[in-house]
RNA sequence: GUGGGUGUAGCCCAGAGGCCUAAGGCGUCAGGUUGUGGCCCUGAAGAACGAGGGUUCAAAUCCCUCCACCCACCCCA
């Protein structure tokens, strides 16, 4: 038998209204800033991904899905969702909209990653972007969202990390500091030694218990920052402070996309765990430059779906189920069958979710059924109703029923 | 990619070399007299026990390989 690839699930009905219920909260959230959504392609050139997260990245390096198409070009299934709104920002001129340009998506990230219970190799981000304006107002304003979304999805206890990695100004400066403080260490481990000379930020943020005193008295990237990020740093936490958004300090925090610049953020539940990072996100404003574009600036957020269905189940956050089927209308006789059609095509036709039962059941049979469905109404059709020109409408749960016409149904199952 | 755990019908699971041609519960389907659901009762369908190999007179039960899921690491959403 064939089973879903590793790594990738069926999202069956009875998960259906988590993602509505999502999808739902997310139009809201999106409305109210000002955000426009964009769908872009799957797959896309597989430079876009390498030059944009960086060679030197895990994503990079050993997750992508890559294949040559039959005209020999490289193509990858998209890791992330930044790079190929900033492509379609640039590919379609909306340099020319106003600015900032707001756009948002949802849509499936693919990784090769070795899969675990909130992570897999295709799961789906919902994600925003602002292109065009460095202010840091947008910063808060993006985090703003972040949080607000979380809020009102109805996830409590989650804490929001904040750190600003400086701009190529200043962030040499800072990473040799780094390289410097980090060099000076015996016992790292392999991997830190690895990160040390190609991607000296990674250092900071390493799990291994011996790695971590070390990390936590390293040099702080915003004690390096230049005049310029320095400011944007400062009113963005001013900012932040004035719409009341409670953020924590963490200069261990870095992201591993390299397209980062000045403000990096993470939204996680504060119960420890695994795979609990369920969103975040940053600036990026060397990006539309290093894809061709004049420099313009950009500020992004995303965050997994999966993992935010998760949080929802584990918080016992209630979501509303979409309504169920109205009617069944049971039959007994051939024409009485005709006649069930005929009534259920009509009740639709009119707004009322009906169907005839099918395959010949006993009437036991088929409001057994309707009572699995459940309905609240059944209709009833059989010699008698025929011959009268009538229907037997069962209210199911009151487990009443009246012989009425059918042209008095529409009224009543309204 | 590394280390560990798990894998029996759609779901939850019993079962720890012969008593298993695999038990139970949920669910599904049917019936409990003639046109009526939900409770109850009865019955049926549904599993060669993740896949493949091996050990043994004998394997769901032991061994090996692979696959998948889960946990930790890594990384991130």
């Known amino acids: ?69 039959l005209g020999g070009k490289s193509m990858t299934l998209r890791p992330e969702g930044t790079a190929p709104v900033c492509r379609a920002y640039l590919e379609h001129g909306m340099q020319n909209l106003p600015q900032p ?22 799961h789906y981000q919902f994600g925003a972007e602002a292109i065009g304006e460095g202010d840091p107002a947008l910063d808060a304003e993006v985090i703003d969202m972040a949080w607000q979304l979380y809020r009102s999805l109805g996830l409590k206890d989650i804490s929001l990390q904040l750190n600003s990695i400086g701009c190529k100004e200043c962030r040499p400066k800072y990473l040799a500091a780094l390289k410097e403080y980090f060099a000076g260490r015996a016992n790292l481990c392999a991997d830190c ?20 005193p070390v ?7 915003a004690d390096y920052l230049c005049p310029a990020c320095q400011g944007h740093f400062t009113q963005l936490k001013k900012y932040l402070g004035l719409i ?31 795979q609990s990072t369920i969103g975040g996100g940053g600036r990026y404003d060397d990006l539309i430059a290093e894809l061709g574009g004049r420099p313009t600036p950009g500020i992004g957020f995303a965050t997994g779906i999966e993992r935010i269905i998760l949080n929802l189940k584990k918080q016992g956050v209630n979501v ?28 639709r036709r009119t707004g009322i979710s009906a169907i005839a039962s099918a395959g010949g059941k006993s009437l036991k ?50």
């Open 215 to 221: 990390a936590e008295t390293a040099p702080a990237s």
């Open 1 to 69: 038998m064939f089973q879903a690839a590793r790594g990738t699930a069926d999202i069956l009905p009875s998960e259906q209204p988590y993602w509505r219920y999502v999808e739902k909260v997310i139009a809201g959230i999106t409305g109210l800033y000002g955000y426009q959504r964009i769908d872009t392609p799957v797959f896309e050139d597989t430079g876009l991904f390498r030059r944009s997260v960086g060679e030197y990245t895990d994503i990079v390096q050993k997750e992508m899905y890559t294949f040559e198409d």
């Open 320 to 347: 509303a189920v979409p309504p169920g089927l109205r009617v069944v209308v049971a039959f007994m006789g051939e024409k009485a069958g005709e006649e069930a059609v005929k009534l259920a095509a009509r009740l």
């Open 244 to 274: 009341n958004i409670p953020f924590t300090l963490n200069h261990r925090l870095v992201r591993g996309l390299d397209y980062y610049t000045r403000t990096v953020f993470e939204v996680q539940p504060e119960e420890e765990g695994g």
């Open 193 to 212: 030694r690895t990160r040390l000379e190609k991607n000296p930020l990674r250092l900071l943020d390493c799990k291994q218990p011996t790695c971590q």
């Open 101 to 122: 340009v707001k756009l948002y998506y949802i849509s499936p990230i693919f990784r090769y990653d070795r899969p675990q219970a909130g992570r897999y190799r295709q």
């Open 365 to 414: 049979a088929q409001l057994r059924q309707a009572n699995a469905l459940n309905v609240p109404y059944a209709v009833i059709i059989g010699e008698d109703e025929v011959k009268a020109g009538t229907v037997t409408l069962r209210d199911m749960a009151g487990a009443r029923q009246e012989t009425i016409s059918p042209d008095d149904l529409e009224e009543r199952l309204k």
